[in-house]
């Protein structure tokens, strides 16, 4: 085998322009693919991290009427939920896919919160002491939320950067300020920020309405302080994380199954706790493009029909060529599966050679096309060696014939060859 690989390259270095003309429609074909697929799983990874951010494992579980999460802002608190208590916070977290959890109350809008004469209409939460553990929020300026607030239902409040940016305008610092909220004066009494903060990459108007969305910001109250502005207590919702990405649908679907078993509604309200599935949101999103990137693959995969067709075109003209000195190799004894394993390692070996530059081409093509067209790109690995691999199989099923042709001349007659 060492001898038929070393008498390829003799024979491929005797005639490199035509063995490059040769290797380059499997060159072409493997840089086509390597690229194609090095584009399909970067967009995939950044649709992945667009939903999921970076390294947040964050899964929530809302209340549900049907298809639709419960708008507490409008509908009566649902009969038969009760509240989440401590007990089942940490039945939760005990949950092998389950970092730590936090209950949570919100509104997606919120109204009748002013400083000044400034309006905040962005998002409201009411939050336990562990919600900010798990979005990753250190507190920037001021303070946390310490136990007294929750025991003692202080009118405390904590706001995000965004929500500073909206009601302080002037660079003003909040901590210790009053705002209005629900008609009560709240204190502010911290700033937060998240430890890694994640911006989703937006190359279209589609990317812009799929991942993004319109707010002032956020601000947090005790969980226990809800019932001041809201007037009533409402059903928590819990938000977990995960302890790993791929850990995550289990975990969201496990405290699902939690906090429904602790339900008593009547059938006919449909009222349950379900998980958001953001892997299989990306999934969902990821085969949107499924079938125009199989077709760019299988386009491209005619390039390499095409170069295998040329590895056997240039081994029959090698056959032809080297007549004489196969008639002389099976007239000294050489047998059949010598000259036919020959052939075919030279035939595997010229391929396998235009595969390893094509896939060279092709991560430099992935990177030009990242540069030039602003796509993500991720170099897959597996996909260089399976295209590596493929085009050694291109020159065995394309070399075959001519191997067979080599193999089966006689050896008188190959000797008269001129």
Known sequence: MIENISLAFQGIWAHKMRSMLTMLGIIIGIAAIISIVSTIKGTNEQIKQNLIGAGNNAVRIQLFQGDETYDFSWNPIPRGVPLVDEETRKAIEALDEVETAAL????????????????????????????????????????????????????????????????????????????????????????????????PVINSMQDYSTYTQESS?????????????????????????????????????????????????????????????????????????????????WIASISLLVGGIGVMNIMLVSVTERTREIGLKKAIGARKSRILWQFLTEAAVLTSLGGILGVLAGVVMARVISRIASTPTAISVPAAAIAVGFSMLIGVVFGLFPAVKASNLNPIDALRHE
């Open 104 to 199: 949570y109350t919100t509104r997606g809008y919120a109204e009748n919160i002013f400083y000044m004469n400034t309006s905040f209409n962005g998002q409201v939460f009411g939050v336990d002491s562990h919600y900010f553990d798990v979005y990753g929020y250190y507190i920037q300026w001021g303070r946390d939320f310490v136990d007294r607030d929750f025991k003692e239902f202080r009118k405390v409040v904590i706001i995000d950067q965004t929500a500073m940016k909206s009601l302080y305008p002037n660079d003003v610092n909040p901590v210790g300020t009053c705002i209005e909220f629900g008609g009560a004066p709240f204190t502010v009494i911290g700033v937060v920020d998240q430890a890694s903060s994640f911006e």
């Open 217 to 297: 910001g956020m601000i947090f109250i005790p969980i226990n302080s809800w019932c001041i502005p809201y007037q009533f207590d409402e059903p928590e919702q819990v938000v977990l994380k995960a302890v790993n990405t791929d850990a995550m649908t289990n975990a969201g679907n496990k405290t699902a199954e939690i906090l429904n078993g602790r339900l008593s509604t009547i059938s006919t309200q449909r009222i349950s706790y379900k998980s958001e599935n953001l892997l299989e949101q990306a999934r969902n999103l990821q085969n949107l493009s499924a079938s125009t990137n199989q077709q760019l693959i």
